[in-house]
């Protein structure tokens, strides 16, 4: 029997993190705890009647297809139909921009694989999503994060960034960014600031991926355009997905790429899976072509927008003196920020006694820090649940205020 | 704009190839030309009709589930379903020990990640799955490989391989082996040979890849043991697969392993797409627990038998002498070896030219060579393109002989 089983490990496997969040899961899941902790989509917003018709549809129509091994890089009809809907965004866009992938998390996985070499720098938003930087670790980038405020990442601190980094020969392999309703923070960066990061990106020649899976669930304020909008220098890799818009359990996302990028990522998923299932890109194409999506939306905004209005009433309500927190118009998350002294890592065992959670900021930052941070989810838990649990959870702030 | 892409992909990205098949497949699906080129499972065995059936009650029963994320190591009804149809090989097999994967190009791709750093030594067959060999480039390994014949991999030569190695402190991170009707060869490896295989893992400390499509569509002859059930050292990893036996649409397929490594394998899967989608995990669920799965086998070996069949009469109808093939006893290819002076390579677009079309066989080896073999794939076609298209071969191969 092989004993020292790490001596087999790669030194990307070696640096793997298991995801605090899937983690957290198995904790929060006891049924009286009330968890903010996830960031899972309402399963009442699920099409499920329309599904049921679709499903039978596709294998009436188009079995022999559906469950065979289709093309590596999407369905057509799939790729066609994506493209169309981001024309809405963009007039560009085309069929062959389009990667269709198994959730944006293999898209990100996919970049990283393309680009990173270990060591090579990534420019990534404190906070940041959890997955991109799960991803990005597995193979061994160096992150370099730019402190965001309530226009979104600073452009102040990533120019000196860049500056720097280029005195010393060093080039970003890409700029990271969720410019809206950014997962953890709920923030949305502005005009200004999206053209600020065009610009820097085309002086310092730096490729920008924007991940956006909650644009469409804007609930108050004006849209600000797509950072990939604003380009016209072929310069910006798009992760999009409808978990977040439709439903994640079909775990269909895709990468919009500038085709000569979007080719090598073609070559790197053949390895890494030859093609997503047939059947549920068969199942989404027939439910864009029926146009549902968009009432889809409507139904997901109307939801979690007054979810979000009943937790920033019982926020406001509840937490003492000295706790912020974000005001996000639109997406699943919002983030409270403590007293500069407490610490949310330490609090939530106590938390947990109270039967609340939620996450710790920290896990959100790549150089450990917003210690006095959490992000809370308001998507799933119910009305009554969300007014409970923000009580019960400002209870816990205060009793530990210091 | 950036002009010089390569510039910034990775060095793992760069050494990516292009699977020949795929490209091939564009190729070839000119409806005048008969393929015997793809690896396709014949579409009249997928079960349309139950899935109709359970599509429908998935949906009614557990829409909330189906559309929701699911946990990363898989749905436990269908880990369960999995060990309990494996235990028929091996009684101790767990759900524990099963993670499902998005079909097995993601498992070998999962290995690969978690134990390949670059230039780290893989044993490999002569010829291998083309796919895994696109795996493992992918992460930069250096594959040494070990010429088989009709009992399989030559224990001979792989024991020399292990002592040089050995002997200049090295070690193989594992030993991959396709032994059941084996893709591209159609060979299976003997029960001695399997013995043999395990003593010398053993020995040298090697873990063991067992990647295992096949092995339930035998036609003929007895069944040797599956490589893991006579392993008592948990010192095998096997990948196994609805994709031949069901269907590939749905991208279902697991990892069997030790609950140790398997860990690490859930952490990395993880950060590549988070989990396979619910839906087709519970629908494969559904379908394993109505029992349909060996009825379906036993079709699809049926209809499988009877084309191997018909190409090997066809085969020994019409080619000329000196050419030589393989008599598969089960899965969905067989192995051409013309006169060592001809090159299957040169001969292809000749064989377009005939409207016929194979792979060369050059391109399942990882040292280049085997210029004188071709797979045939007889699961595809129907039976008139099989008995058409092997004569329309041979004549090409007889004009061509030198």
Redesign the interface.
């Known amino acids: 029997?092989?004993k020292d089983?790490s001596s087999?490990?790669?030194?990307?496997?070696l640096a793997?993190?298991?995801?605090e969040i899937?983690e957290l899961l198995k904790f929060t899941r006891k049924p009286e705890i009330i968890s903010f902790a996830g960031g899972?989509?309402a399963?009442?917003t699920?099409p499920?009647k329309e599904?049921?018709e679709i499903?039978?549809q596709v294998?009436?129509e188009k079995?022999?297809?559906?469950?065979?091994?289709?093309t590596?890089e999407g369905e057509a009809p799939l790729r066609e139909a994506i493209a169309g809907w981001m024309t809405h965004e963009k007039a560009t866009i085309k069929p062959d921009n389009i990667l269709v992938t198994?959730?944006s998390?293999?898209g990100?996985?996919l970049v990283a694989?393309?680009?990173?070499?270990p060591g090579?720098i990534l420019i990534v938003e404190l906070p940041s999503y959890i997955?991109g930087l799960?991803?990005f670790?597995?193979?061994r980038a160096k992150m370099v994060g730019i402190p965001m405020d309530d226009q979104g990442m600073r452009m102040d601190k990533l120019e000196k960034v860049l500056a720097k980094l280029a005195q010393r020969g060093k080039k970003p392999?890409?700029i990271y960014t969720v410019p809206d309703f950014q997962n953890p923070s709920g923030v949305t960066m502005s005009l200004e600031r999206r053209k600020q990061l065009l610009a820097l990106a085309y002086r310092y020649?730096v490729?920008i991926l924007e991940d956006s899976p909650y644009r469409d669930l804007r609930f108050t304020g004006e849209p600000v355009p797509a950072i990939y909008s604003l380009d016209d220098?072929?310069?910006v890799i798009v992760l999009g997905t409808f978990?977040k818009i439709f439903?994640?359990?079909?775990?269909l996302a895709w990468i919009m790429a500038p085709a000569?990028?979007l080719d090598?990522m073609i070559?790197?998923k053949?390895?890494?899976?030859?093609?997503?299932?047939?059947?549920?890109q068969l199942i989404a194409a027939e439910y864009l072509r029926r146009g549902l999506l968009p009432r889809q939306i409507e139904a997901i905004r109307e939801l979690y927008g007054r979810k979000r209005t009943l937790m920033l009433k019982a926020l406001k309500q509840h937490m003492p003196k000295g706790v912020r927190w974000t005001k996000p118009e639109g997406g699943l998350f919002l983030w409270v920020r403590l007293p500069k002294t407490m610490n949310a890592s330490e609090l939530f065992p106590k938390a947990i006694e109270e039967k609340v959670a939620y996450v710790k900021g920290s896990a959100f930052h790549c150089d450990g820090k917003g210690l006095n941070t959490m992000r809370l989810n308001f998507s799933y838990a119910s009305d009554e649940q969300i007014a409970e649990g923000i009580q019960r959870l400002a209870a816990m702030v205060k009793k530990n205020l210091c």
């Open positions: 029997m092989i089983l087999f490990y790669s030194k990307n496997a793997m993190k298991r995801s899937r899972l989509p399963p009442a699920f499920v599904l049921e499903a039978v294998l009436r079995g022999a297809m559906a469950l065979q091994y289709g590596t198994a959730g998390q293999q990100l996985d694989k393309v680009f990173v070499d090579d997955g799960q991803a670790t597995s193979y392999k890409f020649g490729p220098q072929d310069q978990s439903c994640p359990g079909l775990r000569e990028w090598k070559v790197a053949q390895g890494m899976d030859l093609c997503c299932p047939t059947y549920n």
